[in-house]
């Protein structure tokens, strides 16, 4: 099914002067075919001052704490982190998402900005797809539910340098007590992130699969193993090394959600799903040989 837009919503690395190039260009566009924009932080000011700030809002997004229209489309200027910092909030809306590269990697950001005018234009002739991606509730002790799209991390989190100790059980079944740097919980979008730097499989992103990462094991045969999105995973201090092990602190998306981990807590599949705007000229295998320069010598 396409969608057609009407109404775009921009939000923005600030501290990315590139972005603010990229800012003049959605407006004029934007301005020339009639379509109303909001951009994530209120009060900015951009060419001609077109934008819309401040009203019809409903969707918070949490980086900027500025408020943004629930819109057709949600343009991430900057790479993948702006990305994520949207991710939480934008799915709760229902808002897909397209990601423009003014970063670095961009594995989901990943439409260059001289193609963006382009690929919009196509998108208000012929509408535009979304891929569905599946993101992690993160369920913790006092009540709280994290939302991730990349990966849940829970490592060592004190400053003595002991190792992180932690039980992990799946689906009520123990599984293994882990001892070394961390554990990672990802999806298959972050299966090219964190875990794929702690020798985590790439796992496309179409399929129903989490992975549980070890982070530099001290037993060298734990490797990452892949289990489905209907286990529920539980994550708790072991029981076992308790006197050399150190603190433990958990992360969602890279964003601190739990210092000093005291009680267990469980991550499965989120009934929210993140809703990534399609651009036809990328491809997932394309992108992973030009991002891992496969082929190159």
Known sequence: MTRKIKKIAVHYNSSNESSLSVLGQIEKWCASRGISCQISEPGVKVGSGKWEVGSGISCQISETGARMSVADLIISLGGDGTLLSLARDASSAGVPVLGVNIGRLGFLADTPPKELIALLESFLKKGFSVEKRTMLDIRLSDGRVERALNECVVKRGGLDGKPAAISVSVNGEFLADYVGDG???????????????????????????????????????????????????????????????????????????????????????????????????????????????????
């Open 183 to 297: 554990v990672i919980i990802a999806t298959p979008t972050g299966s090219t992130a964190y875990s794929l730097s702690a020798g985590g499989p790439i796992i496309h992103p179409h399929l129903d699969a989490f992975i549980i990462t070890p982070i530099s094991p001290h037993t060298l045969t734990q490797r990452p193993l892949i289990i489905s999105t209907e286990h529920t995973v539980e994550i708790r201090r072991s029981d076992k090394n308790t006197a050399t092990a150190g603190a433990l602190s958990v992360f969602a998306d890279g964003i601190l959600a739990l210092e000093n981990l005291s009680d267990g807590f469980k991550i499965r599949a989120s009934a929210k799903k993140f809703l990534l705007a399609v651009n036809p000229s990328k491809k997932f295998f394309g992108t992973l040989r030009e991002k891992l320069n496969w082929g190159k010598r």
